[in-house]
């Protein structure tokens, strides 16, 4: 067998490891809870008062328009000289929360203007809330136009997370320095780290398909923008 295979066979149950536990777990917390900050962010910005929504522009302004790995080193090396002392973990799962909720936020907030007004119009000339209408009505037509952009954001936030290692968090692309510390390989172990962010990428890409053929089926989503 080459070095190099063995090699790459021999570092892959820890590369496994450092996915399974701390890449994966980042990636799924960060977007559930940045879907929900994008959601309520982009409520707000629809219909809070213009105070508040200026407010929420402000952070949505701040957060796209600085790099992510600026941001992780502010919460994990910045906060720390105000007193706020954060795990690596915990830093990284508030960094990347806020980030996807301020680029959600603007996928969400357009998808709801894109439904017609008559949608509306609709709903409260049958006797419906505003909670009821936009839960029975503006939501699921929504949704249908949001699943492919909002996939996009969470394969891209896999791999994201790569910049965790920059401040200490354990995930895959650290796990891939440790090793490459003490083998003085970094090609080989490199590849290897890119092949397993490929393999993830590529499988969440196929079930994202899935998905959208699926909606396709139950009304498109050209048919729920229209």
């Known amino acids: 067998m080459p ?4 090699l790459m066979i021999d570092s892959l149950p820890s590369l496994l490891w450092a996915c399974l536990v701390f890449t994966v777990p980042l990636t799924l917390l960060s977007f559930v809870l940045g879907l929900a900050v994008g959601f309520i962010a982009a409520i707000t910005r629809l219909f809070a008062p213009a105070p508040i929504a200026a407010i929420v522009r402000f952070y949505v302004w701040i957060i796209r328009g600085t790099p992510l790995l600026v941001q992780l080193f502010l919460i994990f090396y910045g906060l720390p000289s105000v007193g706020i002392v954060l795990d690596a973990f915990p830093a990284a799962l508030i960094g990347f929360t806020l980030n996807v909720g301020a680029y959600t936020s603007e996928i969400i907030r357009a998808v709801l203007v894109s439904v017609p007004k008559g949608q509306w119009e609709a709903a409260y000339s049958i006797g419906m809330t505003w ?9 699921p037509q929504a949704t249908r136009v949001a699943v492919p952009p909002l996939s996009n954001t969470f394969i891209s936030l896999v791999k994201d997370t790569s910049l965790a290692a920059a401040i ?3 995930e895959l692309f650290r796990a891939g320095q440790r090793i490459v510390a003490t083998t003085y390989e970094p090609l080989i172990l490199y590849v290897e780290v890119a092949l397993i962010y490929l393999v993830v990428s590529s499988v969440l890409s196929s079930l994202q398909a899935r998905v959208e053929k699926r909606f396709s089926r139950y009304g498109g989503f050209i048919e729920a923008g229209s």
Do not use: D, E, G, K
């Open 3 to 6: 070095p190099w295979l063995s």
């Open 168 to 170: 200490t968090v354990p």
């Open 131 to 139: 909670a009821q209408a936009m839960r029975r009505t503006i939501l």
